[in-house]
C-alpha cells in the first residue's frame, strides 16, 4: 500500500459527460501528480500540484482540470468525454520539490467511455 | 526534452534465468532514473533509483540496474528471474535541474516462463 488513495477505482459513463477523479496523496506529501495510462500512449503525464499551486503541465487537454485543495487532496475534472479519453488516470505524491526521491503511486482510476 | 526508450515491448526470460529489461534516455543535463513495475490492476511501485555515485545500484526483490553514461542507458537486471517477476516495467527519467515530474517509456512486459 503506497498511502495514495484514489476514488473511484472503475467508471463507466457516456460520451459529453463529465467526471471528477479524486487522490488524496500520502499523509506529508505536498506534491500531487496526474498521469493518464492508456494502451497506446503508455504513461503520459498530465499536471503537477505543489501545496495548491500548479508547478508543471504536461499533455493535458483543454478539456481536462485540476485542483489542489488546502487539505493536499487533489481532483482531476475531465469534461465532454470523448471515447479516446477511456484510461486508466493515476495519481502519485511526493513529499517536496527539489527531490531525488521516488513518486509513490495510487492504484489507479479506470475511466470507460462508452 | 526529456524522453526514454524501451526497446522490447516484451521480454521472455525461463525461470531460474538472468533477466534484463533496457532503457535508454535523453535528458537536459544530469539524469534521476527509476524503475517501476505494475502488477495487473494496481498501480505503479517503485523498484530502485539512480541519483549519483555507484553506477551499479540495488533495489527490490532482487533486482539492479546499470547506469552507463556514455551509452544513456539504465538497463534493470536480475540474476535468477522468479515466476512472480512477471509484470509491466516502466523506466523514468528526470533532469537534476528540471520539473519535478517524471518521464516514462512504455513499458516492456516481462513474461517468466515456469
Known sequence: ?114 | AQSVAQPEDQVNVAEGNPLTVKCTYSVSGNPYLFWYVQYPNRGLQFLLKYITGDNLVKGSYGFEAEFNKSQTSFHLKKPSALVSDSALYFCAVRSQTGANNLFFGTGTRLTVIP
Not at chain 1, 493518464?36 to 495548491?52: K, V
Open chain 1, 1 to 114: 500500500d503506497s498511502g495514495v488513495t484514489q476514488t473511484p477505482k472503475h467508471l463507466i459513463t457516456a460520451t459529453g459527460q463529465r467526471v471528477t477523479l479524486r487522490c488524496s496523496p500520502r499523509s506529508g506529501d505536498l506534491s500531487v501528480y496526474w498521469y493518464q495510462q492508456s494502451l497506446d500512449q503508455g504513461l503520459q503525464f498530465l499536471i503537477q500540484y505543489y501545496n495548491g499551486e500548479e508547478r508543471a503541465k504536461g499533455n493535458i487537454l483543454e478539456r481536462f482540470s485540476a485542483q489542489q485543495f488546502p487539505d493536499l487532496h487533489s481532483e482531476l475534472n475531465l469534461s465532454s468525454l470523448e471515447l479516446g479519453d477511456s484510461a486508466l488516470y493515476f495519481c502519485a505524491s511526493s513529499k517536496r520539490e527539489g527531490h531525488t526521491g521516488e513518486l509513490f503511486f495510487g492504484e489507479g482510476s479506470r475511466l470507460t467511455v462508452l
